[in-house]
């Protein structure tokens, strides 16, 4: 097809919504002031005003119809596809065991849909300098509900569940990574912690946990291969042409971009009918006011704009020149006062627009501590949040069955009298803890300046992510010494009792190193132990 048969269609296109929009115009104009209760008889009487705003009303609702929809860049495209596939798989796995597992995982996908659109946006936008928290306000807000399901859950019997999703949701902050995809893999590692020990638990009792568990892992392993492609050194902004990050994320969040395709591609709602005009005293509708002096539409001449464009290099005839005096890099003086002159009748400054300010930091002092809590909950043990006990010792008068669960206390000294089934320790600083026994095993996560001192028998000391440990063993303990397993942990020591009366207690520390090479093809990995 040729241009000039183009610029007709064109043109044609215009002249009919031009015409729409005029009749439209017109007939609203003439409104102004009708009675409520006047319309529907108006209606009645003279049925040509009906057909005359149905006709406006189709003839308008083909032509914006046919509007061609902004395609979705490809890395959204390929976002979407997580969304559409994994998490989906993931959400729908977990409606089979339901709860509060079900709960969280809603919010999961609600998080991605929240980083979906913050991504959307940074295809459109320049990245702001000062960074604005803003940006991500929304996807830290379910972020933060997925952890709080955890935290608030801790003697729910899904705790595992809570726990695996998480520690790997916060994978979502590669966006802010210079390599985001070993952070994603640094989560997985994180939440793979966790859902191993269901797997373990559920693989032969309920397949569903096991389907679950898998889900979630994929969402992830699909992430890193996501982050690969599109943005391997870092979020990729439009530095190029972008507009500002806060315009760009309220035109996505009013529906201006489009966020999805399958939504433009349906083309906008028609408007809606015009209403019906004015009646005089007879019930005979009024005419419309005349239209403006030299017959141009309410709406604006569109002709007139194609006039201009076909001006070519004349169109910047009647520009005004820039004197050498106002120009920023010609004048130093101008770049460090940060604005340049203002034009005569002007009342704006170049640079009058202001940077928003940071959002201040509540002061530790104000923010608000949780009260201390210990209480037994049917067979668990509930510790948490007490903070500088000094020499006030926490007492847990604990049973056969009953297990533990410590969370969140800071410079404590806990006692645990009698024997217990098992004990579980999360994000505490400085904590010191003597127990008399254990059935199976002491779990320790996230603790700094952790002290273990054991009396009796425990089979299993699990440390994970422990900076700073002193574990006390007795002679009793000696018997049938305990089984201790470290993942990334540093500065872990072992006292034991003295052999004889006239010996000392011998501490040995844990080895940190691990030596890995290849023999006859193979790969050898060997613990380098401490010496000397």
């Known amino acids: 097809m040729s241009q000039q048969s183009n610029m007709h269609n064109l043109t044609t296109l215009v002249k009919r919504l031009e015409a729409a929009t005029s009749r439209l115009e017109d007939i609203a104009s003439s409104v102004d002031g009708a009675p409520s209760g006047s ?12 057909a005359a705003a149905t006709e406006s009303s189709a003839t308008v609702t083909p032509v914006l119809e046919a509007l061609p929809a902004e395609p979705l860049p490809k ?75 955890k935290e608030t859950n801790r003697p729910s019997p899904y705790f595992n569940h809570l726990s695996m999703v998480s520690e790997g949701i916060i994978a979502l902050g590669w966006i802010m990574e210079p390599r985001p995809a070993d952070i994603i893999d640094s989560s997985l590692g994180g939440a793979q912690y966790n859902g191993n020990r269901v797997l373990k638990e559920y693989r032969e009792k309920d397949p569903n946990h096991v389907k679950y568990v898998q889900a979630y892992y994929k969402i992830f392993k699909a992430l890193i291969e996501y982050a690969k492609e599109h943005h391997r050194t870092g979020l990729v902004w439009n530095n190029k042409d972008g507009v500002d990050a806060m315009d760009a994320l309220h035109q996505i969040q ?59 290099s004349a169109v910047t005839a009647n520009l005004r020149k820039v004197d050498k005096s106002e120009m920023t890099h010609k004048n130093p003086s101008l770049r460090a006062g940060n604005a340049a002159p203002q034009r005569s009748g002007s009342q704006t400054s170049v640079n009058s627009r202001s940077k928003s300010p940071m959002p201040a930091k509540k002061p530790d002092s104000l923010k608000s501590k949780k009260p201390g809590k210990k209480e037994l909950d049917g067979n668990k043990w509930i510790v948490e949040n007490f903070e500088n006990t000094g020499s006030d010792l926490i007492e847990i008068p604990a049973e056969l069955h009953h297990s533990i669960l410590i969370s969140k206390c800071s410079k404590c000294v806990i006692q645990v009298k009698g024997k217990a089934n098992a004990i579980s320790i999360d994000n505490c600083t400085g904590l010191s803890i003597m127990i008399e026994s254990l059935v199976s095993s002491i779990d320790v996560i996230k603790s700094p300046k952790f002290a273990l001192q054991v009396d009796g028998v425990l089979p299993t000391v699990m440390l994970d992510q422990v900076d700073g440990a002193q574990i006390y063993l007795q002679e009793a303990s000696m018997k049938s010494p305990p089984e201790i397993i470290t993942s990334k942990c540093s500065s872990i020591n072992v006292v034991t009792p003295p052999v004889d009366t006239e010996d000392d207690s011998k501490e040995t520390p844990l080895p940190e190193q691990l030596r890995s090479y290849f023999k006859n093809g193979k790969l050898v990995t060997e613990v380098v132990e401490h010496s000397g």
């Open 39 to 50: 319309l529907g008889a108006a209606a009645v009487r003279d049925p040509h005003i009906t």
């Open 75 to 149: 890395s959204i495209e390929d976002f979407d596809k997580i969304i559409e596939e994994e998490v989906a798989a993931f959400v729908e796995a977990s409606t089979k065991i339901g709860g509060l597992v079900e709960e969280q995982a809603q919010a999961v996908q609600q998080a991605f849909q929240a980083e979906r659109t913050f991504l959307f946006m940074t295809t459109k936008a320049k990245k702001p300098d000062p960074w604005k928290p803003e940006l991500m306000a929304e996807m830290h807000r379910y972020i933060s509900q997925v952890d709080e399901l």
């Open 254 to 312: 009013s529906g201006i971009a489009t966020p999805r395709a399958s939504q433009a591609t349906r083309g906008p709602a028609p408007p809606p009918p015009p209403p019906l005009p004015n009646l005089n005293d007879n019930g005979i509708p009024t005419p419309p006011p005349p239209p403006p002096a030299g017959g141009a539409a309410k709406g604006g001449d569109m002709v007139a704009v194609f006039d201009q464009l076909n001006q070519g």
